[in-house]
């Protein structure tokens, strides 16, 4: 397999992972207006992005890249806040917002939440520290990251078309649960965040 190759899938299992990123993109793909889950998912992608090049830039070596310390309870309490304040929103504005922005601050808007639920997540921060060392250790730095990130990538594009599809399905009755059940689950991990 080459080394490629190896990076994309690397980065298509990081980006498939469920936690706070996808269970945002999912709820807003299923439940929220056309067209917001792009901006959202595009976000997280520009929010991977970052991590990856601060964490295998930062750090010189495979070992030091995995050693992120996201155990300072300050950390997680600033990313369960986060990560509860954009579902208690959620709930509060209900499933499909009827509040209409110019359509350019509400994709920078949506996309800037991307961003923060990958960056500043703890969750995030020990996945992209791995993905950090695996671009140290491959020895092909540039090459081995930008095939990460094309994985990552294919996944985005991926599950916004099964959502997308998904979408078209789903009856007006099941909205409202999925809706509630995405931002018991944000919460959920906002739990975990502080008490686990």
Same mark, same amino acid.
């Given at each position: 397999?080459?080394?490629?190759?190896?990076?994309?899938?690397?980065?298509? *299992?990081?980006? /498939?992972?469920?936690?706070?990123?996808?269970? @945002?993109?999912?709820?807003?793909?299923?439940?929220?207006?056309?067209?917001?889950? %792009?901006?959202?998912?595009?976000?997280?992608?520009? *929010?991977?992005?970052?991590?990856?090049? =601060? %964490?295998?830039?930062?750090?010189?070596?495979?070992? @030091?890249?995995?050693?992120?310390?996201?155990?300072?309870?300050?950390?997680?309490?600033?990313?369960?806040?986060?990560?509860? *304040?954009?579902?208690? !929103? /959620? =709930?509060? !504005?209900?499933?499909?917002?009827?509040? @209409?922005?110019?359509?350019?601050?509400?994709?920078?808007?949506?996309? /800037?939440?991307?961003?923060?639920? /990958?960056?500043?997540?703890?969750?995030? %921060?020990?996945?992209?520290?791995?993905?950090?060392?695996?671009?140290?250790?491959?020895?092909? *730095?540039?090459?081995?990251?930008?095939? =990460?990130?094309?994985?990552?990538?294919?996944?985005?594009?991926?599950?916004?078309?099964?959502?997308?599809?998904? !979408?078209? !399905?789903?009856?007006?009755?099941?909205?409202?649960?999925?809706?509630?059940?995405?931002?018991?689950?944000?919460?959920?991990?906002?739990?975990?965040?502080?008490?686990?």
């Amino acid at each position: 397999m080459g080394l490629i190759t190896a990076a994309c899938l690397l980065g298509f *299992g990081a980006g /498939s992972s469920f936690g706070p990123v996808n269970v @945002e993109i999912t709820k807003v793909g299923l439940t929220g207006q056309p067209g917001e889950a %792009l901006p959202l998912a595009f976000g997280a992608w520009g *929010g991977d992005a970052v991590l990856l090049t =601060i %964490l295998a830039t930062v750090f010189t070596s495979a070992s @030091e890249a995995g050693a992120v310390d996201t155990k300072h309870l300050w950390v997680r309490v600033l990313a369960a806040t986060m990560i509860a *304040g954009i579902a208690i !929103r /959620s =709930i509060y !504005r209900g499933p499909a917002t009827q509040v @209409e922005m110019g359509s350019n601050a509400k994709a920078t808007l949506i996309a /800037s939440k991307g961003v923060a639920l /990958s960056t500043l997540s703890p969750y995030g %921060l020990v996945l992209w520290s791995g993905m950090g060392a695996a671009v140290v250790a491959s020895g092909n *730095g540039l090459a081995y990251g930008a095939g =990460i990130l094309l994985g990552d990538g294919l996944w985005f594009v991926l599950w916004l078309m099964i959502l997308r599809i998904a !979408r078209s !399905r789903i009856s007006k009755k099941a909205i409202k649960p999925i809706h509630m059940t995405a931002n018991a689950a944000l919460i959920g991990c906002a739990g975990l965040l502080i008490f686990a």
